[in-house]
């Protein structure tokens, strides 16, 4: 059997929304003073695509049925392999908590919104989550686990203060912690944080190109509710959009609950299809991706496409 690297969207198709500080390539060879990310390898004869399915007004639709759904490899139709609805897939959920100086103010609405979020999202025995910490350093604070008490015991222990170094939180999350055998888990990322980032060694992209090889799906929640730095709510929007998930920019605190019921109802109905790609060489090209749906005014919000190269 042919095995390759399948990897998403990448960061390259996106730069150009990326303000210019953190524009790079979509894979940038790590400085010298890092080791090389490890070679990810998955099988090329599937690919996989999570989606949610939405109205023109952005309302969840549930109900899809397999022939409701086309899907296109590089604007190719394919034949679909497998359909799942409802959220079928166990999720892996990584919730990454800025703790930096700059949220002290909004930090205890966050923790207990987090909290709410992790007990009404998380199926015991099915889904797991992970709490992830973040200043001037990141800091795995609790594992994966479905034990709601040592997850909320995490979060509650966490302490606002120092810098912030969103991006290689991103980065070692995705590369350490996401990156799976198989394929038959739903990657989330769920990030809080004004978007600001004066720490990290690794750049934007770097940290979006690793998210997506992971197969992450980021939401992105800001408390920056100044406004001050459109450049840093752009790019958490980047993050967003580039993975298929969604960003959030709340004016109050006490809206956190809300939006994280929003997202706890959306990945309890996303839809999973599966594919064996037409005339596949792994020859390093893009394959954009296309989910359409055959019921009127009715969208896919998915990733965008992936790279396929060789394993060496």
């Not at 006490?254 to 005339?279: C, K, M, W």
Request: charged share 20%; hydrophobic share 40%.
């Amino acid at each position: 059997m042919l095995r390759t690297a399948v990897l998403p969207a990448c960061a390259v198709l996106f730069l150009a929304s990326l303000p210019a500080a953190a524009q790079g390539t979509a894979a940038p060879p790590a400085p010298a003073q890092r080791q090389s990310p490890t070679t990810i390898v998955k099988n090329v004869n599937e690919v996989n695509i999570v989606f949610s399915a939405l109205d023109k007004h952005h309302h969840i639709i549930t109900g899809l049925r397999r022939d409701q759904i086309e899907v296109f490899d590089s604007k190719r139709p394919q034949v679909i392999t497998r359909f799942l609805s409802e959220g079928d897939l166990p999720l892996r959920i990584a919730l990454l908590i800025d703790t930096s100086t700059s949220v002290r103010g909004r930090f205890k609405f966050e923790q207990e919104a987090a909290i709410e979020f992790i007990e009404s999202v998380l199926r015991q025995g099915t889904d797991k989550a992970m709490v992830v910490a973040f200043d001037s350093n990141f800091q795995v604070v609790q594992d994966f686990t479905d034990n709601e008490e040592a997850l909320a015991q995490a979060i509650n222990s966490l302490r606002a203060g120092g810098g912030t170094a969103l991006y290689d939180a991103i980065y070692y999350t995705a590369r350490q912690k996401l990156f799976h055998d198989g394929s038959d888990l739903r990657n989330v990322m769920v990030v809080i944080s004004d978007g600001d980032d004066d720490q990290s060694r690794y750049s934007a992209s770097e940290a979006l190109a690793m998210a997506q090889q992971a197969g992450a799906i980021i939401y992105t929640i800001s408390t920056d509710q100044t406004g001050s730095d459109p450049e840093d709510d752009k790019l958490m929007k980047t993050f967003a959009d580039a993975t298929g998930g969604r960003s959030f920019f709340p004016f109050e605190a006490p809206e956190l609950g809300h939006i994280f019921a929003s997202i706890t109802n959306e990945l309890r109905h996303q839809y999973v299809v599966s594919y064996e790609p037409n005339d596949f060489t792994a020859n390093g090209a893009f394959h954009p991706i296309e989910v359409k749906i055959l019921v009127k005014n009715v969208i896919a919000r998915t990733r965008r496409g992936y790279y396929a190269t060789q394993n060496p």
